[in-house]
C-alpha cells in the first residue's frame, strides 16, 4: 500500500459541521466549517484536501481547552491540499478545527456548480448542485476526501427563501431571516465518506410516494417537468422495496430524493439519500418514451440504488476496489430490473451490451486488470470505464451462475453484517461468498480480477460425432489482433464451463488448467447441436471445430437468445482475430434469416457495423456495395414485420425491435426511394412540432431523422434540425437531433461541427455529433479527426478543463472510424503531442491498439473470400 498519496493519519476527522452561503447571481459561495477531530499523535499542523478554495482563518480547540489560531495556511494547488500550521502542537484527544473559507460556483459540472435551465417564461435560471466523486468534496469544503475517511455530516444551506434546497438528510430545521434568506440545517447523515456528500439548491418541483416500509421517496425537476417524473418514481419504490428485502438490511435512511439536473458529466451519481441525474436518465413520458429509454432509465435507477448498500453502506477502502462499487452496481441493476419487469428479458440486453463492451475492452494488450493500482487518487478517472463497471458486472453474474441464488444472497448479508458503515477491499467479499458456499470463491476469482484480460475457450473434438460425451477444451489469453508475443501463454484462468444442448445444460463444471475434459452428462446423446459458455454466465470467447459451428448454425433459431448473441459476437471476435476464416461469419449470417428477437437484432446491428467499417475502408468499392445490398436484404424482411408504425399489441421487445431495424435502414438503405420519402414526410411533421411527442414515435425518431438528412434535401432538413433542437425540451429528443446531424454528407459537415462548438450545444453533450459522423464513413471519419486536430484548443476549453473523464471520448472518437496502421500512428502522435497526454495515456492506448487490430482484419479480410463481391451476395442464398 505504500505506493498510495495519502494524507497523513495524525489526525482523523469524526464529524463535519459544514455551513455554506451560496450567491447564485456572482456565482460564489462562502463556508465555515467545524470539523471535530481525533488528534491521535500530537502535531503542529493538520493537512486536509482544499482546491480552488480561498482559506481566509483556521483555529482549532482541543477538548476542555483554548482555542488555538492557526498562524500559517498553505496551499499546494497540484496536491489539492491545504495545510494549517499552529504554533503549538495539538494535543492528542479530541478536537474542533475550524475553517472559513470562499469559492466559485463554477460551470465546470464538478464540486459545488452551476447549472442553467430556462423556466416557465424562456428566462435563463441557474441552479446550484454538487457532484464529488472521485476527488472532488475538496472543491467545495477543506476535507479528508478519501472513501476510507469517513465521518458524520451535518450541513446548513443559506439560500434565497423563495427557492428550494435538498439534502442527503431531510432538514431538522429552518428559519428565515430579515434578509430574506433562509438558513435550513439538515439531520446528520449516516458515517460515510467525502464523496457521497451532496446537496442542490434551485426552483424544483417534485412528486412523491412511500415504499411499504416508510421510506419517503421523491422525484425532483425543474420547473416544467413534473409530468415526466411518474416512472422514475414506480422504479424507485419497487426497487428500494426489492433491494431491502434481497439484502435483509433496511434502507437505512428516512428518505431518498431523485433529482435531474441539466448540465450533468455522468449519467447519476449515488450520494446517500440524493441521488442525481442527467435529465434523459431520470425523466420520460410514459406514454411516449421509447422502449429503449424506459429500460435505461430503469437500469439506472436500479443501478444507483444498488450502491446505497453497495458503495455507500459499505465502501472500498481505496479507488482499486473502485469495480467493488461499479462492478456489483453493474449486475445488481439489471437483476433487478429483470424482477421489476421480467417481460423485459433484460439479461439477454445484459449479454449483448454490458459482456460485450467488456469483451472488447478486456481483449487489448492495453485494457487493465478488475483490481488497478492506483497511486494518486486522479488516476481513478481512467478506471471508470468497461472494466471496472462491465467486467466488473460480469464476473458477478459468472459468481451467481455458480453459487446459486441462495448461496450468494447469504454471503452478500454476511458481508452487510461484517461491514455496514465500514470500508473493504476485494477479498473481504470473496470470503463471505466462501462462508456461505463452501467453495473456494477466493482461489477462482483471483485470475479474473488481478490479470487483465480472459481466455479462448477452444473446443477440440466433436462429441456428438465421436460419441464421448466429454468436450475437450483448451485455454489461451485472447486477444482482438491474434497476436502472440513472449509471456503470454504463462496466463491461466479458473474458468467455470456450462456445456448445453437441444438436450438441456449440464451442470456447471471448471476448467483450471489449460486443457481439460467437461463432462455434459446425457446431454449429448440424440442432440443435434453442443454449445459451450451456454448462457453465456463466463466473460470468454469461444472457438469450435467446423462440424460443431455448422451445427450451431443450422440450428441457430432454435438456441436461446443470449446463446444466439453469444455466438455472434463470438464468432465475429474470433474470425478479426484470426482464428476463423470470415467465411464462417457469412455463413452465420445466414443462419440468422428470420431472426425476431430485438436484442439478438442489437447485436447484429453491432456486428454490421464493424464489417461496414473494415470493409467499406478496407476492401474495394465492388466488394463494400456487395456487403451493403447484403446487409439490406437482411434487414428487408424484419422491416416488413414491424414496419414503420406501432401495433397496439406492441410490448416493448416489440418496439425495441422496430428501433433497431429502422436504425439499420438509414445504414443500409438509405438509396431506397420509398424509404427516403417516407422519412422525409416524418421528419417534417417532427421539425414542425418537436415538442409533441404524438407526431413522430420516440422508437423511431432517431432512424426517420438520419434516413431524412441523407435525402436529396439534406440542407434544407439540416436547418430545420437545428431549429427543432433549440425548440426542443426533452433532452432526449436533442440526442436524436445529435445524431442525425452527424451522417450528413459533403460540405454540410463543416457546418454542424461548427453548431457543435456554438454553445447550443451543453458540454456533456459535445460528443454526440462528431461521434455520430465518425461512425458514419470514411470521409466522415477523416472530417472528425481533422476538426478535432484543428479545433483541438476549444474543445479542450469547453469539456477538458471541464471533465476529463467526458473528454477521453474525443481521444476515442479521434481514431474511432480509423483502419490503417499509418491513421493509428498518426492519431497516436496527435495526442501525445498534448500537454494533457499523461491524463488520456490509456484511452490513447487503447484507441491506438483497436485501429491496428481494425488493419489486421482488413489484410485478413483480403486474404479470404470475404473480399470477393460474390461472397457477400451468395451469402443469404447459402446452403449449410
Known amino acids: 500500500m505504500s505506493h498510495r498519496v495519502l494524507l497523513p493519519s495524525d489526525v482523523v476527522p469524526e464529524h463535519y459541521d459544514l455551513t455554506l452561503e451560496p450567491d447564485l447571481e456572482r456565482f460564489t459561495f462562502e463556508g465555515i ?106 472543491r467545495c469544503f477543506p476535507c479528508w476526501d478519501e472513501p476510507a475517511r469517513k465521518a458524520v455530516f451535518v450541513v446548513t444551506l443559506v439560500y434565497p427563501a423563495h427557492l428550494m434546497a435538498i439534502s442527503n438528510m431531510p432538514p431538522s430545521r429552518a428559519e428565515v431571516g430579515a434578509d430574506g434568506r433562509k438558513r435550513e440545517t439538515y439531520m446528520p447523515t449516516p458515517k460515510m465518506s467525502t464523496y457521497l456528500l451532496a446537496f442542490c439548491i434551485g426552483e424544483f418541483e417534485f412528486i412523491s410516494g412511500q415504499t411499504k416500509e416508510g421510506t419517503i421517496a421523491r422525484i425532483f425537476a425543474c420547473p416544467g417537468n413534473i409530468a415526466r417524473c411518474n416512472f422514475a418514481l414506480h422504479c424507485c419504490i419497487k426497487a428500494l422495496e426489492f433491494y431491502n428485502e434481497f439484502f435483509g438490511i433496511p434502507y437505512p435512511l428516512p428518505k431518498v430524493d431523485m433529482i435531474a439536473i ?49 458503495g455507500n453502506l459499505v465502501t472500498m477502502e481505496w479507488w482499486e476496489d473502485l469495480w467493488l462499487n461499479e462492478g456489483f452496481a453493474n449486475w445488481m441493476q439489471t437483476f433487478a430490473a429483470d424482477k421489476l419487469y421480467p417481460d423485459w428479458c433484460i439479461w439477454e440486453t445484459y449479454v449483448g451490451m454490458e459482456q460485450q463492451r467488456a469483451l472488447q475492452l478486456d481483449a487489448l494488450r492495453s485494457s487493465h486488470p478488475i483490481q488497478v493500482p492506483i497511486g494518486h487518487a486522479e488516476e481513478v478517472e481512467e478506471v471508470f470505464d468497461a472494466i471496472s463497471y462491465c467486467k466488473g458486472g460480469s464476473v458477478v453474474r459468472m459468481i451467481y451462475a455458480v453459487l446459486g441464488e441462495a448461496a450468494f444472497q447469504s454471503g452478500l448479508k454476511l458481508y452487510f453484517q461484517r461491514h455496514s458503515y465500514g470500508n473493504t477491499v476485494t477479498t473481504d467479499l470473496w470470503n463471505a461468498w466462501k462462508e456461505a458456499s463452501g467453495k473456494p470463491i477466493d482461489a477462482m476469482m483471483s485470475s479474473w480480477t488481478q490479470q487483465m484480460g480472459f481466455p479462448l475457450l477452444e473446443v477440440t473434438n466433436d462429441p456428438i460425432a465421436d460419441g464421448s460425451g466429454q468436450v475437450e477444451v483448451k485455454q489461451r489469453w485472447f486477444l482482438a489482433d491474434g497476436s502472440v508475443e513472449a509471456g503470454d501463454d504463462a496466463k491461466t484462468w479458473f474458468c467455470p464451463i456450462i456445456v448445453g444442448t437441444d438436450k438441456g445444460a449440464a451442470p456447471v463444471a471448471f476448467l483450471e488448467q489449460k486443457s481439460g475434459k467437461i463432462s455434459c452428462g446425457d446431454k449429448c446423446t440424440g442432440a443435434s447441436m453442443l454449445k459451450l459458455n451456454y448462457g453465456q454466465h463466463t466473460p470468454v470467447r469461444v472457438l469450435y471445430p467446423e462440424s460443431v459451428f455448422k451445427r450451431l448454425v443450422k440450428n441457430f433459431s432454435s438456441l436461446p437468445a443470449e446463446d444466439r448473441i453469444g455466438l455472434l459476437s463470438d464468432t465475429y471476435a474470433t474470425c478479426k482475430a484470426g482464428f476463423l476464416d470470415a467465411t464462417f461469419l457469412v455463413q452465420l449470417l445466414g443462419g440468422c434469416r428470420g431472426e425476431t428477437n430485438d436484442k439478438v437484432w442489437s447485436e447484429l446491428a453491432s456486428l454490421l457495423g464493424g464489417l461496414d467499417k473494415v470493409i467499406a475502408q478496407g476492401l474495394d468499392d465492388a466488394t463494400a456495395q456487395a456487403f451493403t445490398d447484403m446487409a439490406s436484404a437482411l434487414v428487408a424482411p424484419a422491416f416488413k414485420l414491424v414496419g414503420w408504425d406501432m401495433s397496439p399489441s406492441d410490448d416493448d421487445n416489440r418496439k425495441k425491435l422496430r428501433s433497431t431495424v429502422c436504425s439499420l435502414l438509414s445504414k443500409y438503405c438509405f438509396k431506397d426511394e420509398a424509404i427516403v420519402s417516407e422519412a422525409v414526410k416524418r421528419c417534417k411533421a417532427f421539425v414542425a412540432a418537436p415538442n409533441d411527442s404524438s407526431v413522430l414515435a420516440a422508437d423511431i425518431r432517431p432512424a426517420v431523422l438520419e434516413l431524412a438528412i441523407q435525402s436529396a434535401n439534406a440542407d434544407a432538413i439540416l436547418t430545420d434540425l437545428i431549429a427543432a433542437h433549440d425548440a426542443a425540451t426533452d433532452g432526449a429528443v436533442k440526442i436524436n437531433i445529435y445524431g442525425a446531424l452527424g451522417r450528413v454528407g459533403g460540405p454540410l459537415r463543416a457546418r454542424v461541427l461548427e453548431f457543435t462548438l456554438s454553445g447550443a450545444v451543453r458540454s456533456q453533450d459535445l460528443m454526440y455529433i462528431p461521434m455520430s459522423m465518425a461512425a458514419s464513413s470514411k470521409e466522415g471519419c477523416n472530417t472528425v479527426y481533422d476538426w478535432i486536430v484543428g479545433r483541438y484548443d476549444k474543445l479542450y476549453e469547453m469539456v477538458g478543463s471541464t471533465s476529463m473523464m467526458l473528454f477521453q471520448h474525443f481521444v476515442r472518437i479521434s481514431g474511432s472510424g480509423f483502419v490503417t496502421d499509418e491513421q493509428a500512428e498518426k492519431v497516436s502522435a496527435f495526442w501525445k503531442s498534448r500537454d494533457i497526454y499523461k491524463n488520456v495515456e490509456k484511452s490513447l492506448a487503447q484507441t491506438v491498439e483497436a485501429i491496428r487490430s481494425n488493419a489486421k482484419f482488413v489484410s485478413r479480410l483480403k486474404a479470404s473470400k470475404a473480399a470477393e463481391a460474390a461472397t457477400w451476395r451468395a451469402a443469404l442464398d447459402s446452403k449449410l
Open 33 to 138: 466549517v467545524k470539523i471535530t477531530c481525533d488528534v491521535q499523535v500530537a502535531t503542529d499542523k493538520v493537512s486536509l484536501h482544499a482546491h480552488e478554495l480561498v482559506l481566509s482563518s483556521a483555529d482549532f480547540t482541543p477538548a476542555g481547552g483554548a482555542v488555538m489560531k492557526a498562524d500559517e495556511i498553505t496551499l499546494k494547488a497540484k496536491a489539492k491540499t491545504a495545510t494549517v500550521g499552529f504554533d503549538d502542537v495539538l494535543p492528542v484527544g479530541k478536537g474542533v478545527l475550524v475553517i472559513k473559507f470562499r469559492g466559485i460556483l463554477n460551470d465546470q459540472m464538478a464540486g459545488f456548480y452551476r447549472s442553467q435551465y430556462t423556466d416557465s417564461k424562456g428566462v435563463k435560471r441557474h441552479l446550484a448542485t454538487t457532484q464529488f466523486e472521485a476527488i472532488d468534496a475538496r
Open 262 to 310: 441539466p448540465d450533468f458529466s455522468a449519467g447519476a451519481m449515488e450520494n446517500w439519500g440524493l441521488v442525481t441525474y442527467r435529465e434523459v436518465a431520470l425523466l420520460c413520458d410514459e406514454k411516449t418514451v421509447s422502449a429503449t429509454q424506459k429500460q435505461r432509465i430503469c437500469s439506472v435507477i436500479t443501478h444507483e440504488l444498488a450502491h446505497q448498500w453497495f
